[in-house]
């Protein structure tokens, strides 16, 4: 029984893998996935910023502010660190977008990043956060039909777009050591180097990349949720030999 059990596991992680190739293979190959990433960030950055011309005229006062970016950090490294969460450990390469996913998990295969100027990154890394067009979309239709309050408007918005640049701090965390990013992340106002490295050197924690401060929450969740990565989808790359290894 326990020699099946064995087989049995042998043989999902064989189909797991030959699925995560086949979906690289074919996010590699047809351009109408980077073309779809880009389009994502175009709406994304478009929603973005209509959405704060929006909500810049609606006053919520010294406090009100204070109080609306305070929670939408929180809420944004929360939100950010749970779609993180679900995606390290989605095997769906089979589906519509199964390249998208495995293209995700190569994130925990090639650690560094290619440098590029920050909005750069910016743009770039928003295109992956599909959720966030519904997410955006959603709020603009709050303002349209007018069923914002003004703390609430401005909270959303934040979380919209924080959302992007919580991309920007995990770039920050993997290829920065400038003394101004190093003393951001010890002010935990973007991600420390050391706090996320425990994601990529443990099993299972530390999904948040804003700046890590809702990771005892997030760790909760996981272990509930999930066995962890490094036993499961970060086996399905094993035999993936992507054209770099050095930077993504």
Do not use: C
Not at 18 to 33: C, P, T, V
Not at 78 to 97: A, C, K, W
Not at 150 to 169: D, M, R
């Amino acid at each position: 029984m326990e020699n099946g059990g064995v087989e049995t596991l042998n043989q999902e992680l064989s189909e797991k893998q030959i699925q995560f190739n086949d979906a690289m293979k074919r996010y590699q190959s047809l351009a109408r996935y980077q073309v779809f990433n880009v389009a994502v960030s175009s709406v994304n950055v478009a929603l973005q910023t209509y959405l704060l011309v929006l909500v810049w005229p609606v006053r919520i006062g010294p406090v009100g502010l204070a109080v609306a970016v305070a929670v939408s950090f929180v809420l944004t490294d929360f939100l950010n660190g749970l779609v993180h969460m679900m995606m390290d450990n989605n095997d769906s390469y089979d589906s519509v977008f199964g390249p998208f996913v495995a293209n995700f998990h190569l994130h925990h295969k090639i650690i560094q990043y290619k440098k590029r100027p920050l909005p750069v990154v910016y743009f770039n890394e928003t295109g992956s956060k599909v959720w966030l067009v519904g997410y955006l979309s959603f709020v603009l239709l709050l303002f349209e039909v007018g069923q914002l309050a003004p703390l609430a408007a401005h909270i959303l918005v934040y979380v919209g777009i924080l959302s992007s640049l919580a991309e920007v701090s995990h770039y920050l965390a993997h290829s920065s050591t400038a003394p101004l990013t190093l003393l951001l992340g010890r002010l935990k106002i973007i991600l420390p180097k050391r706090h996320h490295a425990h994601h990529h050197l443990e099993d299972n924690r530390n999904y948040a990349f804003l700046n890590g401060m809702t990771d005892p929450l997030l760790n909760i969740i996981a272990r509930a949720w999930y066995p962890g990565y490094k036993k499961y989808t970060d086996t399905h790359y094993a035999y993936y030999a992507p054209d770099n290894l050095e930077s993504r």
